[in-house]
């Protein structure tokens, strides 16, 4: 079982940018595949972005390619978002995650570990 916890979040003006951050305790991060999701109000959570276990592989849902970069630093054991140009449909609550399978998190099922989240509103 992996600790995330997520942080960074807040409240952005639309067109800003915003970094959140998620922090793992885990001797092992290098073996974890890691990935944000997002849920907003009244929707199912989604994929936003994945990583693979060096970092050479990234992954995007198309709605926030060329806006959100994923990465990771394995020797702080941290996996970061960073996301520009941000939209008011950006808003929701971002999870991290991590599983040991690139196709679990990339498809976000049976992901064996999740954080409590961080709020990112956009305002118009």
């Known amino acids: 079982q992996v600790q995330l916890v997520e942080s960074g979040g807040g409240l952005v003006q639309a067109g800003g940018s915003l970094r959140v951050s998620c922090a793992a305790s885990?001797?092992?991060?290098?073996?974890?595949?890691m990935g944000w999701f997002r849920q907003a109000p009244g929707k199912e959570r989604e994929f936003v972005a994945g990583?693979?276990?060096?970092?050479?592989?990234?992954y995007y849902a198309d709605s926030v390619k060329g806006r959100f970069t994923i990465s990771r630093d394995n020797a702080k054991n941290t996996v970061y978002l960073q996301m520009n140009s941000l939209k008011p449909e950006d808003t929701a609550v971002y999870y991290c995650?991590?599983?040991?399978?690139?196709?679990?998190?990339?498809?976000?099922?049976?992901?064996?570990?999740w954080g409590q989240g961080t709020q990112v509103t956009v305002s118009s």
């Open positions: 995650a991590a599983d040991h399978g690139e196709g679990s998190v990339v498809a976000g099922t049976q992901i064996a570990n």
């Open positions: 885990t001797r092992t991060f290098s073996a974890y595949v």
């Open positions: 990583i693979s276990r060096g970092g050479s592989r990234t």
